[in-house]
């Protein structure tokens, strides 16, 4: 917007505002302005113009932290001073956009260009017309690179080196900026998801210089802390140099050194710090960590109604399986006719106690056999019988028998034994054998 002798900001008003004055009754100069007769913005943001386009052009060198060159024809860049805090905004169009196009965030460059004022927004840019490499010598890029180079040499980057973050976790230690939106996001995000989550949060710059001191002693704190199951590290989108802090070498070393799984949430998906190498999960935002780091407790719901539903078909498979197994056991002949079980061993015991029976009557009529005959041998061998064939067996008194008429004498008492009875008797004469063949 330019500002014309004759100008009226309300001439498009169909009556002028009571107050306002005529462009020729403005004060020239800013020292001739007072309360009662100011310039109106339009003006002074005029007069800013005029003023800046009287400056020289101008060759400046820093360092791209932020680059949009998505629309054709068009380059809008932040360009950061290499030592200190300072940043300004260059753009340009044609011919600078299209060589602008290969750099990318952190390159270091020279630009050519004039100052310019968007009187919009009264806002001083750089127009750049020209831009070429300042090489990698001393820039943040180079001095991380160069980190990173070391850090990963040392095994710090390692997969093997991360841990799985917790399926559960009961407490999430989050680490930002106080009243951040990053800290918005995370707490109600995870929330949402996973309602029984509790946190700790500790709050810490998230740039400049007490950004990595701060980090590093809450890092280390949540850490300490055995009721923390995972640590969130967040911090919203900015500038290269915003973020700067979190690839601090402490902050990475302290974030390799926690026993507890961490996740870095720093920026948006283009940004990038070493604390996102050496973090066990790297998440994109921070309402992306809120996503990685807790299930959905929908999901997981209709995940356990599932697994319900498949255990309970299990379960009624099983049971309908047995249930057959059960109905094919009843209906066997076994179950249904028992007794059909025990007649092939009635008949062996039939059979068996048969063969016994005849082997015991064999071995009963062999044996009275012998008997029998035994019997008959010791009849024919007995006493007894030569008793009853007349003889007798003559005794004495003591007991032993007279087989010689030697051993008696008259008077001796003799017993008798007969095939019936007994007859004592006493001797009154005892003739010999060989007396009688004498005689």
Not at 82 to 102: H, K, L, R, S
Not at 133 to 152: C, F, P, Q, T, V
Not at 221 to 229: E, G, I, K, L
Not at 397 to 411: C, L, M, Q, S, T
Request: hydrophobic letters at 40%.
């Amino acid at each position: 917007m330019t500002w014309t002798p004759g100008y009226n900001p309300m001439a498009t008003q169909s009556q002028p505002q009571p107050g306002l004055k005529q462009p020729e009754q403005l004060p020239r100069l800013a020292s001739e302005t007072t309360a009662d007769n100011p310039w109106p913005v339009s003006m002074l943001s005029e007069k800013f113009h005029m003023a800046v386009e009287r400056w020289p052009s101008v060759w400046v060198a820093g360092q791209i932290t932020q680059i949009n060159t998505r629309r054709a024809g068009s380059a809008y860049l932040t360009l950061r001073d290499d030592y200190q805090d300072i940043a300004m905004e260059v753009n340009g169009f044609g011919q600078f956009a299209a060589a602008a196009t290969p750099f990318v965030q952190g390159d270091r460059v020279i630009i050519h260009g004039k100052p310019n004022l968007w009187m919009k927004r009264t806002s001083l840019s750089l127009r750049g017309d020209a831009i070429i490499a300042a090489g990698a010598g001393g820039s943040l890029k180079a001095m991380i690179d160069e980190l990173r180079k070391k850090l990963k040499g040392e095994g710090l980057f390692d997969i093997d080196r991360k841990m799985p973050l917790p399926e559960f976790p009961h407490c999430i230690g989050l680490i930002c900026a106080p009243q951040a939106r990053a800290e918005g996001d995370v707490i109600t995000n995870v929330r949402l998801r996973w309602p029984v989550a509790n946190f700790k949060v500790m709050h810490v710059h998230v740039q400049g210089e007490q950004c990595p001191s701060d980090v590093v002693a809450a890092i280390r704190a949540m850490d300490a802390d055995p009721d923390v199951d995972v640590i969130i590290v967040a911090r919203g989108g900015g500038a290269f140099e915003d973020l700067i802090g979190f690839s601090d070498e402490g902050v990475v070393r302290a974030a390799a050194a926690a026993q507890t799984p961490l996740i870095s949430a720093i920026g948006h998906e283009d940004d990038w710090t070493l604390l996102d190498l050496v973090a066990d999960l790297r998440a994109s935002t921070p309402t992306d960590a809120a996503k990685k780091v807790v299930p959905d407790v929908n999901e997981q719901t209709q995940l356990i109604n599932v697994h319900l539903q498949r255990m309970r078909m299990r379960i009624d498979a099983t049971i309908a399986n047995e249930m057959r197994l059960v109905e094919g056991y009843a209906n066997r002949p076994s179950l249904t006719q028992p007794l059909t079980m025990l007649e092939p061993h009635q008949r062996f015991l039939d059979d068996a106690r048969s063969r016994m029976r005849i082997g015991l009557t064999r071995i009963l009529d062999d044996a009275s056999l012998t008997i029998e005959r035994s019997r008959a041998s010791l009849t024919a061998l007995s006493p007894q019988s030569t008793l009853n064939r007349g003889y007798a067996v003559i005794q004495s008194a003591d007991g032993h028998v007279i087989d010689d008429a030697n051993n008696v004498k008259p008077g001796d008492e003799l017993t008798m034994t007969l095939k019936h009875g007994m007859v004592v008797s006493e001797v009154k004469t005892a003739t010999t054998a060989r007396s009688q063949h004498d005689q």
